[in-house]
């Protein structure tokens, strides 16, 4: 089927490749969101910035590619940030040059219309990292604080990945501010795309370190001060379970929300869009908040835009033996929402299963070591790997779990959106069944809810 992996409710590009979230804003009430892009081929290439807007999250228009690597100082223009300086949509971009030294400065490019840019003529407005670091030195993020414009720039010192922090009052004239933040030794060797924000009161650094071991994208909360500057690591956290994640970027919106789009990352991956000229998307736009000190996710309440028939609602009873709970539901682009009381079974659950169950995406939670996994060791074309998340310091509470399926993408928000895992699945297009049974004993679910979802 001709295209039948391009998901219908997430974000691709038209043709060629994409990868990071660039610019993520909202500009005269529009939602901008652009993009590193390759138009010409399915692959990473030339970065050029790819562009859309919406009015709602969720219907995307595309828009003429904002920024080409068109200049002599530059062979790819690499992420960044957007900030709207008095009117003016100002991209604070990575002008990257292969073969010239400085191989990465920091450029600006303007418009007021917030479709067609220029490049500043004075670029770049920060000529290279200080002496000392290595020239991987990228990915500025902006924003306003105080009186302050300030952006945390990804880079790498003595193989340890860190962020700079530059302060300006104009955008154009930038000075150091300081090392801002460093790996602690185990955090990779270098830091790209860095976002640092405040959520009720927390600040938190959310960085994609290169080469660490324990995780590819992590949340740090700590302390911030900003006349040293410099920002203290207290804690960090993975910021997705899944292998498909990468690069997010996170933005404030006129309602103050925190909202994050990721990257859903193929450099790893399958390519099984390939042949149909595309690779790559957007998670679903997430909300962040913070519950315990922990940044959570869940998904945009703009979501319900989307639901387009509910096929069930209602307490579920999962008697064990009995398989076919979910008989009638049929689909690949579904919201299933429900709860796994406290001290139940061990539960399992089909997504994407063939008719003859061969191939499925499986879903099992474990009380007894309080364990929640996701197998996709038959999903079908794909690497065959196995998530594990341990709920087990998270006491003994009910687990709550929403799925979003959308053709090729799954992403799940796990126990109050506290844990979530992104990860794209292949299968064929005719598995489009569910299943959910208990083993050993009753499960009694309260609320099972879902639905279809689409554009309409
Ligand atoms: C992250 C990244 C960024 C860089 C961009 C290039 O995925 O490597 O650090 O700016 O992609 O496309």
Redesign the pocket.
């Known amino acids: 089927m001709q295209d039948y992996y391009r998901p219908v409710y997430h974000f691709t590009p038209r043709q060629g490749w994409m ?2 979230p660039n610019g993520l804003i909202q500009f005269r009430g529009t939602y901008h969101a652009f993009y ?1 892009h390759n138009p010409y081929a399915p692959k ?1 290439g030339p ?1 050029h910035w790819g562009h859309a807007a919406s009015r709602d999250l969720v219907h995307w228009e595309h828009l003429p590619i904002a920024l080409y690597p068109d200049q002599d100082y530059e062979t ?1 223009c ?2 960044g940030s957007a900030v709207d300086n008095k009117g003016e949509l100002t991209l604070v971009y ?1 002008a990257h040059h292969d073969g010239r030294s400085p191989r990465e400065t920091q450029c600006l490019a303007l418009s007021r219309d917030g479709i067609y840019f220029n490049k500043y003529e004075k670029n770049p407005v920060i000529g290279g990292a200080p002496a000392g670091y290595s020239e991987e030195f ?2 500025p993020k902006v924003f306003h604080h105080g009186e302050t414009w300030y952006s945390v720039v ?1 880079c790498a010192r003595e193989n340890r990945g860190g962020v700079l922090l530059y302060r300006s009052k104009n955008l154009r004239q930038w000075d150091l501010a300081g090392r801002f933040c460093e790996s602690s030794g185990d955090q990779g060797i270098m830091w ?2 860095p976002n640092f924000f405040e959520i009720d009161g927390a600040w938190v650094l959310l960085v ?1 370190p290169i080469d660490m071991e324990k995780a590819r994208t992590i949340f740090i909360t700590g302390e911030v001060d900003f006349e040293k500057p410099v920002f203290t690591q207290k804690r960090w956290r993975k910021a997705d379970y899944g292998y498909d994640f ?2 997010p970027q996170v933005f404030t919106d006129d309602r103050g929300r925190r909202i994050l789009f990721s ?1 859903m990352d193929l450099w790893k991956g399958d390519f099984s869009t390939l042949t149909d000229g595309w690779a790559g998307a957007l998670t679903f736009p997430r909300e962040l908040f913070l519950e315990n000190g922990v940044v959570c996710q869940r998904p945009v309440e703009e979501l319900a835009l989307l639901r387009k028939k509910e096929l069930f609602s209602g307490p579920l009873s999962l008697l064990p033996g009995k398989r076919n709970n979910l008989s009638g539901i049929e689909g690949d682009c579904l919201e299933i929402a429900f709860t796994i009381p406290k001290n139940e079974a061990f539960l399992t659950m089909y997504l994407r299963a063939s008719g003859d169950r061969k191939e499925k995406t499986v879903l099992s939670w474990d009380p007894s070591s309080r364990m929640f996994s996701l197998d996709k060791g038959h999903s079908g074309i794909g690497r065959p790997e196995k998530i594990n998340i341990p709920l087990k310091e998270d006491g003994e509470n009910d687990i709550d779990l929403r799925i979003l399926i959308d053709r090729s993408s799954l992403e799940l928000f796990l126990y109050g959106g506290k844990y979530t895992v992104t990860n794209w699945i292949f299968p064929q297009p005719s598995s489009f069944f569910y299943d959910i049974f208990a083993e050993g004993r009753e499960i009694s679910i309260p609320d099972m809810r879902i639905f279809e979802l689409g554009l309409g």
Request: aromatic share 22%.
């Open positions: 990868n990071d590193q990473w970065m790819g690499f992420s990575t990228r990915d990804g790209e795309c994609s990468y690069a990257w």
